[in-house]
């Protein structure tokens, strides 16, 4: 042996830097492909909502959209959580009583449905906003109950195209009684 001794390679890898506008880190969702490799990395802290309700959609966000493919991912956080968060904003005093996930009951997403209504878009769009945003829901309604509202009833269907068309269908809903009726379905 020499006198020479070589010194060891350091492979550490340094951490990285918070890229993040948010100090919280149950705030950012990391999506990895099956590799394992970061794929997307969406920070909720951007979105400007009630910190409680930004923890839980950020929750709901990551456990729904673990086993989905990126389309998915976008979809979920463009079409449903921003218009769900935008149709707050449109709302009167919406700050002062909805906190939280928890707060949200039949009535508000009956009007959350009517603001859909309201937008200038075809029902395949309205539904998928509509549909993205009640996956979430139904996710935490099954993993996680306690931040959810405990009687909350996700109505089922409630931009029927038939109803749309003017075609009275077998047990069809008028219009406007979509989410008073009992229309639900259970679970997940």
Not at 48 to 58: C, F, S, Y
Not at 68 to 74: M, T
Not at 93 to 118: K, N, P, Q, T
Request: aromatic letters at 10%; charged letters at 25%.
């Amino acid at each position: 042996m020499s006198g020479y001794a070589r010194r060891r390679k350091d492979y550490r890898i340094a951490p990285p830097e918070c890229l993040s506008s948010s100090p919280d880190p149950q705030l950012i969702v990391e999506l990895t492909d099956e590799r394992g490799e970061l794929v997307q990395r969406v920070d909720f802290g951007a979105l400007g909502a009630p910190p409680a309700m930004t923890r839980e959609l950020a929750l709901a966000f990551r456990g729904h959209c673990a086993d989905k493919s990126p389309s998915v991912w976008s979809a979920t956080f463009a079409s449903g959580i921003r218009h769900w968060l935008r149709f707050l904003s449109q709302r009167e005093s919406w700050a002062g009583r909805i906190e939280s996930l928890g707060d949200v009951d039949r009535a508000l997403l009956c009007e959350f449905i009517a603001w859909l209504d309201r937008q200038p878009h075809q029902v395949g769009t309205r539904y998928s906003r509509w549909s993205t945003f009640k996956q979430l829901l139904a996710w935490l309604q099954h993993h996680r109950p306690e931040l959810v509202h405990p009687e909350l009833e996700l109505p089922f269907n409630p931009l029927s195209t038939q109803e749309r068309a003017g075609a009275s269908a077998p047990g069809a809903i008028p219009d406007g009684a979509r989410c008073r009726a009992g229309r639900v379905r259970a679970g997940y």
